[in-house]
């Protein structure tokens, strides 16, 4: 039995559906690769889009601005501690760690460095000693006259790093591993400053802080002249001052204040290295500023530094009597029993530790409500200056016939370093000199 076949054929219908689909493919195909040659030559000539516009308006040649900080605790056990002059006080742990923090500052053809450090003050001998490391880092750079070193001036810091006699004998003689940690704290702070460097604003604002400092010695500033007094509101200086940080796009940076206040929140009983109350300060705004990181981390640098603090005590309840609890004589800061070692000043709190924690707070509330509302922008050049001067050439006139020259033996004790803030122009300068 023959076997049949089964064909399938096509009509023509069929035949001419499927002509026409394949030529619909290919005039797609071609149409597609057209268009993706088209769009990559388009892209080829496409200009680079322009970047979001900042928040703030930028001026035409704005600043380099850099900021920086670096830890100079260094050892704190055993050594003894720099600012009461007392061979009895060394210390025996942290109540907070130290910091250098920097600050940089390039119009364009000049460049000024501002650093405060938590420690008492600068000595000649740590100056040589960081300039010898900027140097052999950053060749001219960084020099004499144009980096500023400031203490916040913090009685609560380890001692060891002077060239002078006296402070030699308070703090045992000259301390290797205490000025090392500090001149690597400085030299790094300024490092981390220097690399950060970008274009910037600087705001500047200020106000002022009432019940944060008492004048120690209303005694001695009646007898400056009456019409010197009354040009004054208080007997002592009450004026905050701030500078603000900022990229061109108006994002913090940093922050530099000034305040006329002893960092003596923690007094001479004190054992513990602590930045007291300009540090707590500084601790506080970082701390809000640089969310997520641990204290003594982060961008955002805030530097609360020392300015015209020679009496201007945080110890706001004044001095009185440990035996009596009296006010100590008006006059002699004494007691009638227990003389002058009976008369002790006590700040705002129950003890040394909120004292520092009040007036530090005070401070970086303050600071912080004068940074949101800073409007007042600096422009123009910046500048920095540095002055010997042979104190045994000085006269003081006491009157309009008699004045006196100052002695070999005196002694050279002075602000720690504050700023001049002329309006228009960034002056940051190093004040005063050494003896020769």
């Known amino acids: 039995m023959a076997r049949k076949t089964v064909g399938c054929r096509l009509n023509g219908l069929e035949i001419s559906l499927i002509v026409l689909f394949l030529l619909m493919t290919a005039v797609s195909v071609g149409l ?77 053809s000049k460049r000024v460095v501002f650093v405060t450090a938590d420690i008492g003050m600068v000595s000649q001998r740590l100056r040589l000693e960081v300039f010898q490391e900027l140097k052999a880092k950053y060749g001219d750079l960084y020099r004499q006259d144009n980096v500023v070193m400031s203490g916040t001036h913090t009685h609560s810091g380890v001692g060891g790093y002077f060239q002078y006699t006296l402070f030699m004998i308070t703090s045992k003689g000259y301390i290797k591993p205490s000025i090392q940690a500090i001149v690597s704290g400085i030299v790094r702070s300024i490092d981390i400053a220097h690399r950060n460097l970008r274009p910037g604003r600087i705001f500047i604002n200020k ?16 007898n400056n002249p009456e019409e010197e007094r009354n040009r004054y509101e208080f007997n002592t200086d009450k004026q905050i001052v701030i500078m603000k940080f900022t990229d061109l796009d108006g994002d913090g940076m940093g922050l530099l204040s000034w305040f006329a206040v002893h960092p003596v929140s923690m007094n001479n009983t004190n054992r513990m290295v602590s930045s007291d109350n300009l540090g707590y300060a500084s601790y506080a705004f970082e701390q809000e500023k640089n969310i997520g990181f641990l204290p003594g981390e982060g961008p955002f640098v805030a530097g609360f530094s020392s300015s015209n603090l020679g009496d201007s005590s945080p110890n706001i309840r004044g001095p009185v009597c440990l035996n009596t609890g009296e006010k100590c004589d008006y006059l002699n800061s004494s007691c009638p029993v227990g003389g002058k070692k009976a008369c002790v000043a006590f700040g705002p709190g129950e003890d040394m530790f909120e004292s520092t924690r009040i007036i530090g707070e005070n401070m ?6 004068l940074y949101s509302s800073a409007k007042q922008e600096l422009h123009g050049s910046v500048h920095g200056a540095h002055q010997w001067v042979n104190m045994t050439d ?32 960034v002056a940051l300068t190093q004040p005063c000199s050494s003896l020769e």
């Open 364 to 369: 970086y509330k303050k600071a912080k409500e």
């Open 207 to 222: 106000g002022q802080l009432v019940d944060n400092n008492l004048n120690r010695s209303p005694h001695s500033y009646l």
């Open 32 to 108: 597609i690769t057209v268009l993706a040659l088209k769009l990559d030559s388009e892209k080829s000539e496409e200009v680079t889009p322009e970047e979001p516009t900042p928040t703030v308006n930028p001026q035409e040649n704005p600043y380099l601005i850099g900021v920086g900080r670096a830890d100079c605790t260094g050892p704190v056990a055993d050594l003894p501690m720099m600012g009461y002059a007392s061979t009895e006080q060394t210390a025996r742990g942290i109540h907070t760690r130290l910091f250098s923090r920097a600050f940089i500052v390039d119009d364009g």
């Open 394 to 425: 000085e006269t003081v006139p006491f009157n309009s016939t008699h004045s006196a020259r100052i002695s070999a033996l005196a002694v050279d004790y002075r602000s720690p370093g504050s700023p001049s803030v002329v309006s228009q122009h």
